[in-house]
């Protein structure tokens, strides 16, 4: 008979990319399920929180993760963010916005900031606004090349339809625990 293992465990999460590419969105869809059209640029720093389930067969265990979720206003001045948005960070989230490519090529930027605070952790990459297909600018060889650099996976987002959200929040949950805990 398997025993299996109840662990807690407490994760800060950072969603980073340009302004209006949808990480707010991201965020309200995953925690409350609601999404709405108006834009609310976000001031300051925000902070959710969210419990997440993972069960892992293979290992016996199961997950009580609490998630933290960090939410800043997407600025491209990266000397006014604060390394404390960073510090800490167990994974991030990098969102650009399908329809438009200068969002995809910022990200470098903002994995190459986020690096030097944590050093190199949990990533996916987010190709949001997936459900605009008519408006995209971008293709899907250049997110995955971008994701490639950075040996990490990347995924088709819509904080509209909620299509992959609850999928994206649970993967860099498991790229946690398994980089992590184990
Ligand atoms: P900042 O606060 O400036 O950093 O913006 P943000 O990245 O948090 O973007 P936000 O979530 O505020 O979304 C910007 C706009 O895009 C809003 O009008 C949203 O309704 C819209 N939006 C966000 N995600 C999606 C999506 O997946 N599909 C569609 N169609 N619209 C979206």
Sequence with gaps: MSCVKTRNILAKVCLL????VGKTSLIRKFVLDQFRDEYIATVGTKVSKKNLELTFPKYDTKLNMTLTIWDILGQRDFSNLHTS??????????????????????LNQWIENLFETTGEIPIIILGNKCDLKDDHQVTKDEVSALARNYHTVFMYTSAKTGENVQFTFKSLGTKIFETKYL
Aim: glycine share 20%.
């Design 85 to 106: 948005f960073y510090s800490g960070g167990s994974g991030a989230l990098l969102v650009c916005d399908l329809t438009r490519k200068d969002t995809l090529e910022s």
């Design 17 to 20: 990319g340009d302004g209006e």
